[in-house]
C-alpha cells in the first residue's frame, strides 16, 4: 500500500520510496477532483458554506503529498526526483487550471462573491471569498474559451521552463570545483576554512583542498583567500552560472520566461506581469514600488559611492590596486571592517557554536511569545541531519512540530528557506496544528570542531526561524489564509524583526557563549557588532535595490518582445546602481533563481519595504524594551497569528498605533 496515500500525521518519510510519488500524485489529483465534483454537483443553492468554504477545504491529501515530494526536490534531490518534477508539475498545472477554468464551479464561487454585502462577513471570510473570487479571475475564469486554451499553454509552459531554470543553476553549481593542492594558495584562509575544504576534496578522494560554488564554501575563500588570481577565476566561475556556451545555458529561458509572463498579463487585461503580480501586494502598483526605491537609492547612492571610494583608496594603498573589482570587495571589505572595528569573524564564531544559537533562539521565542521546544525521536525524518521537535505553549497545549536541516548535501539547493508540510486551519471545530520547517546551508562539524557559525549565519538563522514563527503561530479558520500566507512583501516582516535581536546585549549573553570556555561574549565585541552593522550599508543597500529594479526592469517595462539579448538588458538596468566594473563573461540574471524559479518576480523590492516595516517595528520594541510583554502580545495577536486574514497595512497599524515610516531604516543604516 503506498504510504503517501495512508492516512498520517506527519509526513512518514522512511516508508516512502521514489516509486510513491508519481501514483500518490495521480490519486491526489483524482481525490481533489472528486471534492470539486461534490461542490459542482450540489443541488442546493450557493452559500459561503457549501462552496467557499468546502472549496477552501479541498485538495488537502493532494497538498500534503506534493509538500513533502517539493519540499525534498528542494532539500534531498537525486536525478530520480528531479525526473518526477519534470514529470509531475505539468500535471499539477494542468489541475489547478482545470479546476480555475470550471465554469460550474466558478458560477457558483462567482454567486457568492455577487451576494457578499448581504452575507453579514466577519473580516477573515469576506478575505477568504474575496481572494477566492480573484484566483478566478485572475486566473482567467472571465476569459472566453480561445482564451482560456491560450493560459493554459502559457502555465505549463511557464511550469516547465521556471524547473528547467533551476535545474540548470543546480547543475552548474555542483558541476564546479577549485582544486588546490599547493597550500601556499591558502594564504589568508581561517583555519576552520581549510580544514572544510580538505574534508569535501578527502568526501571526493582527492588530495588537498576542494572549494565549491555552495555558500560556506564560496563566501569564505571570497572574503579571506590572499591570492587574487585564484579569487578572481572563481568568482568568474561563480558569475557565469547558466551562462556558458553548455547545454545549462538560461538565456533563452529567461528571454521565454519574461516573454510568457508578459504575454499572460496582456491576456488578462493587465499592462505588464508587474501589474499583475502588484494588484495583490502591500504595494499595490508598480509606479509605488519605483518611487520606493528611487527615494531610497537616492538616499543610498552618495553614501555608497562615498564607501566605495574609500574602499578603493584603501585597497590601492595596502596592495597598489588601481582598479577595484567585484572579487576584491568581500576580501578588502574584510579588512577594512577588522581595521575599523577590530572584528574579525573567526573570533566570532567560537560564540556562535549552532546548538547554542538554536537554544537561544528558542529562548527568544519563550520570552517574547511563551513557547517552549522538546527536541523529539518520535516523528520520522528525510534525512539523519534534521532535528525535529514538538512545540507547545507554557500551558503545554501543543503548537506545532518543527523540523530544522543545517548543513550543505549535494541533493540540497543552496541557500536558506522556511517551509512547512502543513498548514494551520480550523476544521470541525478542530484546531490542527500546523508542521513547519527551516532549510539552511550551515558549515558543518568537523573531526576537532563543533558548528561554529559566522555572524552572518546566525542572522540567517533567526530570519528563517522568524518565518517559521510566522507558521507556528498561526491562529485562522482557513488554511489558505494561515500562516505566511500573505501579500510577498508583508512576509518578511516576520523574518526580518527577528533578526534585530541578534545585535542586543540582553539577547546576545542569553546564548552567546564560547564553545570551549563557556565565556559570554566579550561586550566589546557586542558593541562591534552593533557599530559595523551599517558598515558599507550604502553599498549594500544599493546591491539590493539593483536586484530590485533589474526585476522591474524584466517584468514591468515595455513589451519584452524587443529583448534580444539577456546580458545587454540587464547591463541596461544596472546602469544607474553600477559601483564595480563589469564583467563581460558575467550574468546575473541566468541564475537570478529567486525571480525566475522562485516567487519573487516583480516582487525583490519586498526585501527592502520589509526592511523599512522592521526597522520600524523594532524601533517600537527598542522603545519599551527588546523583551517587553506587551508589545511582544502585540505583535503575536496582530501579526503573527493572523496570517493573510486581513489586509496587511491594517493588521501593521494595529500592531504599531500607525503606518511604517523609512526613518527607522534609514536611522539604523546609518544614512540619514
Same mark, same amino acid.
Given at each position: 500500500?503506498?504510504?503517501?496515500?495512508?492516512?498520517?500525521?506527519?509526513?512518514?518519510?522512511?516508508?516512502?520510496?521514489?516509486?510513491?510519488?508519481?501514483?500518490?500524485?495521480?490519486?491526489?489529483?483524482?481525490?481533489?477532483?472528486?471534492?470539486?465534483?461534490?461542490?459542482?454537483?450540489?443541488?442546493?443553492?450557493?452559500?459561503?458554506?457549501?462552496?467557499?468554504?468546502?472549496?477552501?477545504?479541498?485538495?488537502?491529501?493532494?497538498? +500534503?503529498?506534493?509538500?513533502?515530494?517539493?519540499?525534498?526536490?528542494?532539500?534531498?534531490?537525486?536525478?530520480?526526483i528531479q525526473e518526477i518534477a519534470k514529470e509531475v508539475s505539468p500535471w499539477l498545472s494542468e489541475f489547478s487550471n482545470d479546476m480555475i477554468l470550471n465554469e460550474a464551479l466558478f458560477k457558483r464561487v462567482k454567486t457568492v462573491y455577487n451576494t457578499k454585502n448581504s452575507l453579514n462577513l466577519s473580516p477573515e471570510q469576506t478575505m477568504l471569498l474575496e481572494k477566492q473570487?480573484?484566483?478566478?479571475?485572475?486566473?482567467?475564469?472571465?476569459?472566453?474559451?480561445?482564451?482560456?486554451?491560450?493560459?493554459?499553454?502559457?502555465?505549463?509552459?511557464?511550469?516547465?521552463?521556471?524547473?528547467?531554470?533551476?535545474?540548470?543553476?543546480?547543475?552548474?553549481?555542483?558541476?564546479?570545483?577549485?582544486?588546490?593542492?599547493?597550500?601556499?594558495?591558502?594564504?589568508?584562509?581561517?583555519?576552520?576554512?581549510?580544514?572544510?575544504?580538505?574534508?569535501?576534496?578527502?568526501?571526493?578522494?582527492?588530495?588537498?583542498?576542494?572549494?565549491?560554488?555552495?555558500?560556506?564554501?564560496?563566501?569564505?575563500?571570497?572574503?579571506?583567500?590572499?591570492?587574487?588570481?585564484?579569487?578572481?577565476?572563481?568568482?568568474?566561475?561563480?558569475?557565469?552560472?547558466?551562462?556558458?556556451?553548455?547545454?545549462?545555458?538560461?538565456?533563452?529561458?529567461?528571454?521565454?520566461?519574461?516573454?510568457?509572463?508578459?504575454?499572460?498579463?496582456?491576456?488578462?487585461?493587465?499592462?505588464? %506581469?508587474?501589474?499583475?503580480?502588484?494588484?495583490?501586494?502591500?504595494?499595490?502598483?508598480?509606479?509605488?514600488?519605483?518611487?520606493?526605491?528611487?527615494?531610497?537609492?537616492?538616499?543610498?547612492?552618495?553614501?555608497?559611492?562615498?564607501?566605495?571610494?574609500?574602499?578603493?583608496?584603501?585597497?590601492?594603498?595596502?596592495?597598489?590596486?588601481?582598479?577595484?573589482?567585484?572579487?576584491d570587495g568581500a576580501y578588502y571589505s574584510e579588512k577594512l571592517k577588522k581595521e575599523l572595528f577590530s572584528l574579525d569573524q573567526e573570533l566570532l564564531k567560537p560564540y556562535f557554536k549552532l546548538e547554542n544559537v538554536i537554544d537561544g533562539v528558542f529562548e527568544i521565542a519563550s520570552r517574547l511569545f511563551d513557547l517552549q521546544f522538546e527536541e523529539i525521536t518520535s516523528i520520522?525524518?528525510?534525512?539523519?541531519?534534521?532535528?525535529?521537535?514538538?512545540?507547545?505553549?507554557?500551558?503545554?497545549?501543543?503548537?506545532? %512540530?518543527?523540523?530544522?536541516?543545517?548543513?550543505?548535501?549535494?541533493?540540497?539547493?543552496?541557500?536558506?528557506?522556511?517551509?512547512?508540510?502543513?498548514?494551520?486551519?480550523?476544521?470541525?471545530?478542530?484546531?490542527?496544528?500546523?508542521?513547519?520547517?527551516?532549510?539552511?546551508?550551515?558549515?558543518?562539524?568537523?573531526?576537532? +570542531?563543533?558548528?561554529?557559525?559566522?555572524?552572518?549565519?546566525?542572522?540567517?538563522?533567526?530570519?528563517?526561524?522568524?518565518?517559521?514563527? %510566522?507558521?507556528?503561530?498561526?491562529?485562522?479558520?482557513?488554511?489558505?489564509?494561515?500562516?505566511?500566507?500573505?501579500?510577498?512583501?508583508?512576509?518578511?516582516?516576520?523574518?526580518?524583526?527577528?533578526?534585530?535581536?541578534?545585535?542586543?546585549?540582553?539577547?546576545?549573553?542569553?546564548?552567546?557563549?564560547?564553545?570551549?570556555?563557556?565565556?559570554?561574549?566579550?561586550?566589546?565585541?557586542?558593541?562591534?557588532?552593533?557599530?559595523?552593522?551599517?558598515?558599507?550599508?550604502?553599498?549594500?543597500?544599493?546591491?539590493?535595490?539593483?536586484?530590485?529594479?533589474?526585476?522591474?526592469?524584466?517584468?514591468?517595462?515595455?513589451?519584452?518582445?524587443?529583448?534580444?539579448?539577456?546580458?545587454?538588458?540587464?547591463?541596461?538596468?544596472?546602469?544607474?546602481?553600477?559601483?564595480?566594473?563589469?564583467?563581460?563573461?558575467?550574468?546575473?540574471?541566468?541564475?537570478?533563481? %529567486?525571480?525566475?524559479?522562485?516567487?519573487?518576480?516583480?516582487?525583490?523590492?519586498?526585501?527592502?519595504?520589509?526592511?523599512?516595516?522592521?526597522?520600524?517595528?523594532?524601533?517600537?520594541?527598542?522603545?519599551?524594551?527588546?523583551?517587553?510583554?506587551?508589545?511582544?502580545?502585540?505583535?503575536?495577536?496582530?501579526?503573527?497569528?493572523?496570517?493573510?486574514?486581513?489586509?496587511?497595512?491594517?493588521?501593521? +497599524?494595529?500592531?504599531?498605533?500607525?503606518?511604517?515610516?523609512?526613518?527607522?531604516?534609514?536611522?539604523?543604516?546609518?544614512?540619514?
Amino acid at each position: 500500500m503506498n504510504p503517501l496515500l495512508q492516512d498520517f500525521n506527519t509526513p512518514p518519510f522512511s516508508k516512502i520510496t521514489n516509486a510513491d510519488f508519481k501514483p500518490a500524485i495521480e490519486e491526489g489529483i483524482k481525490i481533489a477532483k472528486s471534492e470539486i465534483d461534490a461542490i459542482v454537483n450540489n443541488s442546493e443553492d450557493s452559500t459561503f458554506k457549501n462552496t467557499t468554504v468546502a472549496l477552501d477545504f479541498t485538495g488537502e491529501k493532494l497538498n +500534503k503529498i506534493t509538500s513533502i515530494f517539493f519540499n525534498l526536490n528542494s532539500a534531498e534531490t537525486n536525478d530520480e526526483i528531479q525526473e518526477i518534477a519534470k514529470e509531475v508539475s505539468p500535471w499539477l498545472s494542468e489541475f489547478s487550471n482545470d479546476m480555475i477554468l470550471n465554469e460550474a464551479l466558478f458560477k457558483r464561487v462567482k454567486t457568492v462573491y455577487n451576494t457578499k454585502n448581504s452575507l453579514n462577513l466577519s473580516p477573515e471570510q469576506t478575505m477568504l471569498l474575496e481572494k477566492q473570487y480573484k484566483s478566478f479571475a485572475r486566473n482567467g475564469a472571465n476569459l472566453n474559451d480561445t482564451d482560456k486554451i491560450e493560459l493554459r499553454k502559457i502555465d505549463a509552459a511557464l511550469s516547465k521552463l521556471s524547473l528547467q531554470f533551476g535545474e540548470n543553476v543546480l547543475a552548474e553549481t555542483n558541476a564546479f570545483e577549485m582544486h588546490l593542492t599547493n597550500e601556499n594558495d591558502l594564504s589568508g584562509l581561517p583555519e576552520s576554512v581549510k580544514e572544510a575544504a580538505k574534508e569535501v576534496a578527502k568526501s571526493k578522494e582527492k588530495e588537498g583542498w576542494v572549494f565549491t560554488l555552495d555558500y560556506p564554501s564560496y563566501i569564505p575563500f571570497m572574503t579571506y583567500a590572499d591570492n587574487r588570481e585564484l579569487r578572481k577565476s572563481f568568482a568568474i566561475s561563480a558569475g557565469k552560472k547558466a551562462f556558458q556556451d553548455n547545454k545549462y545555458n538560461n538565456e533563452q529561458i529567461v528571454l521565454d520566461i519574461v516573454k510568457l509572463r508578459y504575454k499572460r498579463a496582456n491576456l488578462l487585461g493587465y499592462k505588464t %506581469h508587474a501589474h499583475f503580480v502588484l494588484e495583490e501586494r502591500m504595494a499595490e502598483t508598480p509606479d509605488k514600488v519605483l518611487s520606493f526605491s528611487n527615494d531610497l537609492l537616492a538616499k543610498a547612492k552618495p553614501a555608497a559611492q562615498r564607501e566605495f571610494t574609500n574602499l578603493e583608496t584603501y585597497a590601492k594603498k595596502l596592495d597598489g590596486i588601481d582598479q577595484l573589482q567585484k572579487w576584491d570587495g568581500a576580501y578588502y571589505s574584510e579588512k577594512l571592517k577588522k581595521e575599523l572595528f577590530s572584528l574579525d569573524q573567526e573570533l566570532l564564531k567560537p560564540y556562535f557554536k549552532l546548538e547554542n544559537v538554536i537554544d537561544g533562539v528558542f529562548e527568544i521565542a519563550s520570552r517574547l511569545f511563551d513557547l517552549q521546544f522538546e527536541e523529539i525521536t518520535s516523528i520520522d525524518k528525510y534525512h539523519e541531519d534534521v532535528k525535529t521537535y514538538s512545540v507547545t505553549d507554557v500551558k503545554g497545549n501543543f503548537i506545532s %512540530h518543527f523540523y530544522a536541516d543545517f548543513h550543505p548535501r549535494p541533493g540540497k539547493r543552496n541557500g536558506a528557506w522556511m517551509t512547512s508540510y502543513k498548514s494551520q486551519q480550523i476544521k470541525n471545530e478542530i484546531n490542527e496544528r500546523p508542521q513547519v520547517s527551516i532549510v539552511c546551508n550551515f558549515t558543518k562539524p568537523t573531526e576537532t +570542531k563543533p558548528s561554529l557559525l559566522t555572524f552572518n549565519e546566525v542572522t540567517t538563522l533567526f530570519h528563517e526561524f522568524g518565518h517559521a514563527l %510566522h507558521g507556528m503561530l498561526a491562529n485562522t479558520t482557513y488554511n489558505s489564509l494561515s500562516g505566511t500566507s500573505v501579500s510577498w512583501d508583508f512576509v518578511e516582516l516576520p523574518s526580518q524583526v527577528l533578526e534585530n535581536w541578534c545585535y542586543e546585549k540582553e539577547a546576545l549573553e542569553l546564548f552567546a557563549k564560547h564553545y570551549e570556555t563557556g565565556e559570554t561574549i566579550p561586550m566589546e565585541y557586542v558593541k562591534k557588532i552593533k557599530e559595523s552593522a551599517s558598515f558599507h550599508e550604502g553599498m549594500q543597500t544599493l546591491r539590493q535595490l539593483s536586484f530590485g529594479l533589474l526585476d522591474m526592469q524584466w517584468h514591468g517595462g515595455e513589451s519584452p518582445e524587443k529583448i534580444t539579448s539577456v546580458k545587454e538588458f540587464e547591463s541596461k538596468a544596472f546602469a544607474d546602481t553600477q559601483l564595480y566594473p563589469d564583467v563581460a563573461e558575467n550574468c546575473m540574471s541566468t541564475a537570478f533563481s %529567486h525571480i525566475f524559479q522562485g516567487g519573487y518576480s516583480a516582487g525583490y523590492y519586498s526585501y527592502k519595504w520589509a526592511e523599512v516595516l522592521d526597522a520600524d517595528a523594532f524601533e517600537y520594541f527598542l522603545e519599551e524594551g527588546i523583551f517587553n510583554k506587551e508589545v511582544a502580545d502585540k505583535f503575536k495577536d496582530n501579526v503573527l497569528s493572523k496570517g493573510g486574514t486581513e489586509k496587511p497595512m491594517e493588521l501593521y +497599524k494595529r500592531f504599531r498605533g500607525k503606518e511604517p515610516k523609512p526613518d527607522a531604516l534609514l536611522k539604523r543604516a546609518g544614512l540619514l
